[in-house]
C-alpha cells in the first residue's frame, strides 16, 4: 500500500534548527538597522557640525573685518561720562549692572561689526550677543538679546587699547584721562586701565567676543 512519507523525528529537528535561524537572523538585521538609524540622526539642537563651522567662520570674519578698519577698537571706547555704552538702547545688562546693551540694529549703526553679524544671523532668523571680556576686569555685555542655545558657537577677537586713544563720540579725552587724572570724577571709564607704567602705553587688552546661533 503507497502512501505519505510520514517525516522523520530527524526532519523535523532541521525544519525547526532552519526556521530558528531565520529567525534569528531577522532580529540581527532589525537591530543592526535600528542601529544605523542612531547613528545618521541630526546633532544635538538640530545643527549639523559643518554648518557650525561655517558658522564660527563667518563670525570670526566679521571681527577681522570690523578691526582691519579700527572700528573695532572704536566700538570697545564708546562710552558716555556715566560709565556706560553710549547710546545704548537694548536690553539692560543681564548679569544686573548698572547699565544698557545696544539693540542690534542701533549696534549695526554704530559699528561694522553689529552690520555684518545683523545680516549674517539676524536676517536669516538666527541671533547673537556680543561680549567684552578686559583683562584683570570684569565683563562687559555689548548686545544681548537671548540666552543662546545649547548649538551656538563663540568667536573671539582681541584688541589692545591705547593711552592715547580717544573716548569716542566726542573725542576730548584720552583712555589715560579717564584712568584718574581728570578732575572730574564723575567720568569713569567703562573699562577700566591696567595701571602700567609710563612706559607702557597700554591702557587694556581685550577680548571681544562673539556668541552666535
Same mark, same amino acid.
Given at each position: 500500500?503507497?502512501?505519505?512519507?510520514?517525516?522523520?523525528?530527524?526532519?523535523?529537528?532541521?525544519?525547526? /534548527?532552519?526556521?530558528?535561524?531565520?529567525?534569528?537572523?531577522?532580529? !540581527?538585521?532589525?537591530?543592526?538597522?535600528?542601529?544605523? $538609524?542612531? =547613528?545618521?540622526? @541630526?546633532?544635538?539642537?538640530?545643527?549639523? &557640525?559643518? #554648518?557650525? *563651522?561655517?558658522?564660527?567662520?563667518? *563670525?570670526?570674519?566679521?571681527?577681522?573685518?570690523? *578691526?582691519?578698519?579700527?572700528?573695532?577698537?572704536?566700538?570697545? &571706547?564708546?562710552?558716555? #561720562?556715566?560709565?556706560?555704552?553710549?547710546?545704548? #538702547?537694548?536690553?539692560?545688562?543681564?548679569?544686573?549692572?548698572?547699565?544698557?546693551? %545696544?539693540?542690534?540694529?542701533?549696534?549695526?549703526?554704530?559699528?561694522?561689526?553689529?552690520?555684518?553679524?545683523?545680516?549674517?544671523?539676524?536676517?536669516?532668523?538666527?541671533? %547673537?550677543?556680543?561680549?567684552?571680556?578686559?583683562?584683570?576686569?570684569?565683563?562687559? /555685555?555689548?548686545?544681548?538679546?537671548?540666552? @543662546?542655545? @545649547?548649538? $551656538?558657537?563663540? *568667536? $573671539? %577677537?582681541? =584688541? /589692545?587699547?591705547?593711552?592715547?586713544? %580717544?573716548?569716542?563720540?566726542?573725542?576730548?579725552?584720552?583712555?589715560?584721562?579717564?584712568?584718574?587724572?581728570?578732575?572730574?570724577?564723575?567720568?569713569? @571709564?567703562?573699562?577700566?586701565? !591696567?595701571?602700567?607704567?609710563?612706559?607702557?602705553?597700554?591702557?587694556?587688552?581685550?577680548?571681544?567676543?562673539?556668541?552666535?546661533?
Amino acid at each position: 500500500m503507497v502512501g505519505t512519507d510520514i517525516p522523520s523525528s530527524d526532519d523535523r529537528g532541521q525544519a525547526y /534548527t532552519l526556521e530558528g535561524f531565520i529567525g534569528a537572523m531577522v532580529v !540581527l538585521m532589525a537591530t543592526l538597522f535600528a542601529l544605523q $538609524s542612531v =547613528v545618521i540622526m @541630526p546633532s544635538t539642537g538640530g545643527v549639523d &557640525r559643518s #554648518d557650525q *563651522a561655517q558658522m564660527q567662520q563667518e *563670525a570670526l570674519d566679521a571681527l577681522v573685518v570690523a *578691526a582691519e578698519d579700527e572700528n573695532l577698537s572704536e566700538t570697545i &571706547r564708546r562710552w558716555d #561720562d556715566e560709565g556706560r555704552f553710549e547710546g545704548a #538702547d537694548g536690553q539692560p545688562e543681564p548679569d544686573g549692572d548698572d547699565y544698557w546693551t %545696544y539693540h542690534p540694529d542701533t549696534f549695526a549703526n554704530k559699528s561694522i561689526l553689529g552690520t555684518v553679524l545683523n545680516k549674517r544671523f539676524n536676517e536669516r532668523g538666527g541671533g %547673537y550677543n556680543v561680549e567684552l571680556h578686559p583683562k584683570g576686569g570684569e565683563k562687559k /555685555t555689548v548686545v544681548f538679546q537671548s540666552a @543662546p542655545p @545649547p548649538s $551656538s558657537i563663540t *568667536a $573671539s %577677537y582681541t =584688541v /589692545t587699547l591705547y593711552d592715547d586713544q %580717544y573716548v569716542v563720540p566726542d573725542r576730548e579725552q584720552t583712555l589715560s584721562d579717564l584712568n584718574g587724572s581728570v578732575s572730574n570724577k564723575s567720568e569713569k @571709564p567703562m573699562i577700566q586701565g !591696567l595701571n602700567n607704567s609710563e612706559e607702557n602705553h597700554v591702557y587694556n587688552v581685550v577680548e571681544v567676543r562673539v556668541i552666535a546661533w
